[in-house]
């Protein structure tokens, strides 16, 4: 299977818990993002790597919140001191940089619940 | 105002029907625009981009209105696999920004 991948795929933790996730995104993409979706909403941006340099990152990512991309492969994302309202799915995407359209894949996501 | 809005849902239609779903967008700089379909407790797919002249795609055209800032799905000969959310998605011009800002999602279901 070459298409993104995230682990682990399910997360229950206590309030208070760190947490870490991490995204093996499709090997020749050089793009990877970070979304947060809840239950009847659509995914919300998180941040964005291109290679290993982080990009941007939405006003969502609040201080408790670090990812990384250290050799410019995978990416994992850490929740500090976690809080009910951080339960969501995380999903990871990557895309080229090259073509028109740069068609982000998402991968499985990460179901955190936080209790 | 939501940057990206649409109407929830959910549509229940028989096979065979046609429907349409509609979505607004607020950032008048954004640049590309697309369809994605999310299967329950799946990730979204790309199910198609939308171009100003309109595209097609089988049974599935979308339209772009850049003046009105409006986009919209159709699909037609509705089958039971189309059941589904379909998020319209849209991505902002200029800088690094890459991110997509998505919908809360329209949710079809197809009934026999």
Redesign the interface.
Known sequence: DTGVSQNPRHKITKRGQNVTFRCDPISEHN?L?W?RQTL??????LT?F?NEAQ??K?RLLSDRFSAERPKGSFSTLEIQRTEQGDSAMY?CAS?KTSGS????F????TRLTVL | RKEVEQDPGPFNVPEGATVAFNCTYSNSASQSFFWYRQDCRKEPKLLMSVYSSGNEDGRFTAQLNRASQYISLLIRDSKLSDSATYLCVVKDRGGTASKLTFGTGTRLQVTL
């Open positions: 793009r993002y979304y009847g909403q659509g995914p919300e941006f964005y291109q990009l941007e939405s999903l895309s359209i740069n068609e982000q998402f991968g499985p996501g």
